[in-house]
C-alpha cells in the first residue's frame, strides 16, 4: 500500500437503542447507504491503491445480541468484497472513539479489564472472518488510537494491553498483515515508546497519525473542547496574506472568545489559544512543526530496524467545515497543507491514508454526490477526475 483514503466512520449513525433495527443494519457499515461501487471506483481511478474502512466496535459490544453480532460480521466480509471488486486494498480499522455517554468507547474499553476482555473477543470473532479474506489485499487494525498513556510520569499501560490485543488478532487471523499503533492517540510520540520486540511479529505494519499543527486543521471544530470551536479563517501556510493579515485574524479569533465563550471559561479559553497560536506564526515554524512527528517516527524505526514500507501515517487531514458552521476552509489551504503532509511521508518512504472521505474532514465536493474535489486531488499528487 503506498496512497490511501480513510472512508467515513458515520454519518447519521442513530443511537444505540436502534442499533437492531433493519434499516439501521442493512448496508453495514453506515456509509454504504449511498454508495455504489462507482463511487469506490472512482477512489481507485483518481490514484488511491487502498482504503481504511473504519468499523464501530461499539455496536458489536454494546446490548449485543449473537443475531446482530453475526448479522455485522456478514456485512463486513460483503463490504470488503466490494472494496476489492473496485481494485482496493483494504484495512479493516476496529474504529472505537472516545465518548462519555456511551457504554463502549475508547474510555471504557481501556479503563475496564472486563470490558477489554470482551473486545478482544469481538477481535477475535472480526479477525476469525478476515481470514477467509485475500491476505494480499486485506489487513486488520484491531484498534484505533488508544487515549492513554500521554503522561509520561505514569507508568504506561498500553504495552501490556497491546500484547493482549495483538495475540487475539494474530491468532485469529494467522496470515493477514496487522496494523499496530503506540498510544496517546496513536501518536508518533506514543509510537516512540513501544519496543517492538514486545510483538516479535515481522507481519505487522506499524502506524501513527498527525494533525500537526491542530490549530490550523481542526478550525471550528465543536468537539474538541477546547477554542478551536472559535477558531476560523486561519490560512495554510500562515503568511499566505502577509504577517499583518495574519495577526488580524488571531485578534478576530481572541475576540470572538471574549464575546461567545462561556464566561467561566473565558481566561482559560484565551490562554489555551494563545499558547498554540505562537507555534505557528510563520511558514518555517509550522512546517518545523508539521514534520516532528515524522522525525520521531522515523528515528524509532531506525532504532528498531523497521524498514519506512512498515511505517504507516494512518490518519492526517485538514477540516472542511464543521458541521452546522458557515465557514469552509478553501481547498487551495487544504490543498497545500496537504502536499507538505504527503511529501514528508513520501520523503521517509512512509506510506499514508488521509482523513477522509466524507464528513467534517472530507476531501469530496460534498458528502452527497461524493465527488472528489479536485484542487484536493492535485495537493495530494493525485489524478482531478
Same mark, same amino acid.
Request: aromatic share 10%; net charge negative; with cysteine.
Given at each position: ?21 433493519? #434499516?439501521?443494519? @442493512? ?7 449511498? /454508495? ?27 446490548? *449485543? ?7 455485522? !460480521?456478514?456485512? /463486513? ?39 477489554? #476482555?470482551?473486545?478482544?473477543? *469481538? ?8 481470514? /477467509? ?34 495475540? @487475539? ?19 508518533? +510520540? ?23 499543527? +491542530? ?9 474538541? $473542547? ?15 496574506? $502577509?504577517?499583518? #493579515?495574519?495577526?488580524?485574524?488571531? *485578534? @478576530? ?7 461567545? @465563550? ?13 499558547? !498554540? *497560536? ?9 512546517? /518545523? ?27 492526517? $487531514? ?57 484542487? !484536493? ?9
Amino acid at each position: 500500500m503506498k496512497q490511501g483514503l480513510n472512508l467515513d466512520l458515520w454519518t447519521t449513525w442513530p443511537g444505540p437503542e436502534r442499533w437492531d433495527e433493519d #434499516a439501521v443494519l @442493512a448496508k453495514f457499515p453506515e456509509w454504504r447507504q449511498d /454508495t455504489s461501487i462507482d463511487n469506490l471506483k472512482d477512489i481507485r481511478a483518481a490514484g488511491f491503491d487502498f482504503v481504511r474502512m473504519p468499523i464501530d466496535p461499539a455496536i458489536f459490544l454494546e446490548d *449485543a445480541s449473537g443475531k446482530r453480532v453475526t448479522r455485522l !460480521i456478514a456485512a /463486513t466480509i460483503e463490504t470488503v468484497d466490494m472494496i476489492h471488486e473496485a481494485g482496493l486494498k483494504v484495512i479493516v480499522d476496529f474504529h472505537s472513539i472516545p465518548s462519555d455517554v456511551r457504554k463502549v468507547g475508547t474510555n471504557q474499553v481501556l479503563a475496564d479489564n472486563d470490558l477489554f #476482555a470482551r473486545y478482544l473477543d *469481538a477481535v477475535a470473532r472480526v479477525g476469525t472472518a478476515l481470514s /477467509t479474506t485475500d491476505p494480499a489485499t486485506t489487513a486488520f487494525e484491531p484498534f484505533n488510537e488508544p487515549v492513554i498513556d500521554c503522561d509520561p510520569t505514569l507508568f504506561p499501560k498500553w504495552p501490556s494491553l497491546l500484547k493482549r490485543l495483538h495475540a @487475539a488478532a494474530r491468532k485469529a487471523a494467522p496470515n493477514h498483515t496487522l496494523v499496530l499503533s503506540g498510544s496517546c492517540w496513536s501518536s508518533a +510520540y506514543g509510537l516512540a515508546k513501544i519496543d517492538p520486540a514486545l510483538i516479535a511479529d515481522e507481519n505487522v505494519i506499524w502506524t501513527f497519525h498527525s494533525y500537526e499543527p +491542530y490549530i490550523l486543521t481542526h478550525q471550528g471544530a465543536d468537539w474538541t $473542547g477546547d477554542s478551536m470551536s472559535y477558531v476560523e479563517g486561519l490560512p495554510y501556510p500562515p503568511d499566505l496574506m $502577509g504577517e499583518e #493579515a495574519f495577526d488580524e485574524r488571531l *485578534a @478576530a479569533v481572541r475576540k470572538t472568545i471574549e464575546t461567545n @465563550a462561556p464566561e467561566e471559561r473565558r481566561e482559560e479559553l484565551l490562554t489555551g489559544f494563545n499558547e !498554540i *497560536a505562537g507555534g505557528v506564526m510563520s511558514y518555517k515554524q509550522v512546517l /518545523t512543526m508539521l514534520n516532528e512527528p515524522f522525525d520521531n517516527a522515523e528515528a524509532w524505526g531506525k532504532k528498531h530496524n523497521i524498514p519506512p514500507e512498515r511505517i504507516f501515517l494512518g490518519e492526517f $487531514g485538514m477540516i472542511r467545515q464543521e458541521y452546522r458552521k458557515e465557514f469552509r476552509m478553501p481547498s487551495p489551504w487544504r490543498a497545500t497543507y496537504l502536499k507538505d503532509m504527503t511529501d514528508a511521508a513520501q520523503q521517509r518512504g512512509f506510506p499514508w491514508s488521509v482523513w477522509s472521505w466524507g464528513g467534517a474532514f472530507g476531501i469530496t465536493l460534498d458528502d452527497d454526490k461524493r465527488i472528489l474535489d479536485p484542487v !484536493i486531488l492535485k495537493g495530494l499528487g493525485l489524478k482531478p477526475q
